[in-house]
């Protein structure tokens, strides 16, 4: 009988406390749906900074994505900057990675607490825009030369950069996906030039697949899945399709290049058993390092790991193309949150600096990322950079053949739909077809809320 | 008490290194991988003893982040969280176990629910409290949030409960009461319990990355975990060697700490209790 009261008096207990912790439970889609409750003109966000007169200071949020070390990398960047900026002072914070720092600019938008400046994964400019913290650059550009501005950069970064006309943020951190092929493989196997086209990558994957005892020791290829969906989307766009219409409402899944990407996909998976189901994304260049996959679809970021790592000779291709070439591009973001004129000011002296030809040629050298300036290229140590490691072009060529990578407000639900799909569709769960009409449906009802 | 027959000795024996393999096992890996140069973390069939041995890694990995500071700054925090946690949770546990007033039964509940709730749901408010108060990116941002503990309240209370009330009264005759009847005998009575819980919140505070990340933003206050994450790399592969070799000096504190204490443990557990 106490045992029974014990239980009702859980339950009662339970039943009270959680509907009334529902509401905190899930602060990012409260803090999305509420775009008025953002600080217009937050107060300065650190009080403890007591800068001297005339010094204004900058406090910029930046995450790490590439390996260890980077952290310090930017540091001594940052350094540099203050020290040819008497009159700036900028704090740099690192944020963890991606979704923590997205998680710390949440929390700080509710305490009045955000950062200056920081930088986000490409799809957040439209994720952050539409909650009014964002501050437009485009009066920014104008003052400093207008399209003679933008032009500075590679047309295919500046995809992400916008949301309903307006400018958002700069490049900074970008990277493609290429193909990594392993090249003491493909001579064993007598195979004389990297794939160039969708079936030559396939039966190029189906010689290099190896199996021992009905089990495969070695796949011929890997396509890692992972939370962006990043190589669906360049399947998608080099079947000449599109993701998502101009105006961010509508999903072009259900239509026929999207179905044929996946068909592809899902036919190295399913049929010719060349490529496993499920790999994750971590996984996938380990298991190249390692040798237990031929060739592996990868970001370009990933080459001062392999020039580590691996045992063996491999080079890189742009990802074979169907009817074209084509990938989104991903990576991070630089961008600015509102905040008083002198701030700003300050603020975009230090964006441009960061995207310069000099320092996104350090950065890029030094983390792998792509330097988003077509002049960071001629410089003479990015020359003497590209001629001993010629094939970082491959991820520059690849730039040529760039389309939107998907974002638009709500679309990290979209993102997560894909994904998880993507997943039953190649683990047999859903068929191609009724598999992308549903994201296509549940998608589009999300993009319209 | 005879000597148990040989075989039941060398089977109770077996079983105990069976058992000791999985727990051994990943800290050998941690601890090759953390020697081992970066073109032999990956091979296709693992190397269970490193070829050549970078110990170089160690000198890489403490100057990726200012780790001497953290190390100092979770020391302070890790500190202070349990020392508030035990003077918390024993006061709050031996007013639930051995006090009489309204509502005991309830306020259990109320604290056994809370040991439910993930930090992910309340570090909002938490976060909102502490701007409000100025500490965020300070000592007492990391650790008062932390000051009362569900778990530990709830543990010394059952603790406090298997004391024999006979011990109460012989204390009582001897005008030992109240705090100094919690001090002088439940206390030490509870001593595998206490130290049980050290451990347990030594090893989540110690390893805790969410709430720092947060509330922190200079290396001044930051504290280790921190440090371990710069080398999580989710675009790319993360640096494993030089992830391990800092591990190894960040988790060499707690390994410490579990070894020193399983002796105590097994001391104390032998003296507690009445006579039967």
Known sequence: MKRMYWLIGTLLVLALLLPACAPTAAPPPAAQGQPTAAPATAAPSQPTAAPAAGKVTVTYWFPVDLGGGLAKVMDSMVAKFNGAHPNIEVKAVYTGNYDATLQKIQAGQLAGNLPDVAVVVNEHTQTLAPLGILEPLDSFVQADGGKKFTDQYFPALLLNSYLNGKMYSLPFQRSVPVLYYNKDLFDQAGISKPPETWDEMEQDAIKLTEKQGGQVSRWGIEVPLEAYNWIYYAFVYEAGGKIISDDLKTLYLDQPPAIEAMNYWNKLVNTDHVTAAYTPWAQASQDFAAQKTAMVIYSSGSQAFFRDSAKFKWSLVKIPQDKQYGVAPGGGKILMFKKDAATEKAAWEFMKWMTSPEETAFWSMNSGYIAVQPAAWDLPVMKDYAKKYPEVLVTVDQLKNAYYEPGAPNYTKVRDLLHDTTQDILSGKISVTDGLKKVTQEGNKLLSQ | ?276
Request: with cysteine; net charge positive; hydrophobic share 60%.
């Open chain 2, 1 to 276: 008490m005879g000597a148990k027959p040989l075989i039941l000795r060398a089977l109770t024996y077996l079983v105990l290194i069976l058992a000791l393999f999985p727990i051994l096992l990943p800290i050998y890996w941690m601890i090759i991988t953390a020697v081992k140069p970066k073109d032999e973390v990956f091979t296709f069939t693992p190397e269970w003893v490193p070829h050549t041995v970078a110990l170089s890694n160690f000198g890489l990995a403490w100057n990726s982040a200012p780790f001497g500071h953290y190390f100092i700054n979770s020391v302070v925090v890790t500190t202070g969280i349990i020392f508030l946690q035990l003077v918390t949770s024993t006061l709050a546990a031996y007013a639930l176990a051995r006090l009489r007033f309204f509502g005991r039964g309830v306020l259990f509940l109320i604290i056994l629910s809370a040991m439910i709730l993930p930090i992910q749901i309340t570090f909002l408010a938490n976060f909102v409290t502490l701007k409000n108060f100025g500490w965020l990116d300070t000592y007492q941002g990391l650790v008062i949030p932390f000051a009362a503990s569900a778990f530990g309240t709830f543990l010394l209370r059952q603790a406090f409960l298997a004391v024999p009330p006979a011990l109460e009264d012989a204390a009582r005759l001897d005008r030992c009461t109240g705090l100094s009847f919690l001090w002088n005998f439940l206390v030490p009575l509870s001593r595998p319990t206490l130290l049980a819980f050290t451990l347990v919140a030594l090893v989540a505070h110690w390893n805790d990355y969410f709430w720092p990340l947060i509330v922190t933003n200079t290396d001044a206050v930051r504290t280790l975990p921190i440090g371990l994450g710069m080398f999580i790399a989710q675009e790319v592969t993360t640096d494993w060697n030089l992830l391990m070799a800092a591990t190894l000096f960040v988790s060499a504190p707690l390994l410490i700490a579990f070894f020193v204490a399983q002796r105590y443990f097994i001391s104390s557990f032998m003296h507690s209790g009445l006579k039967g």
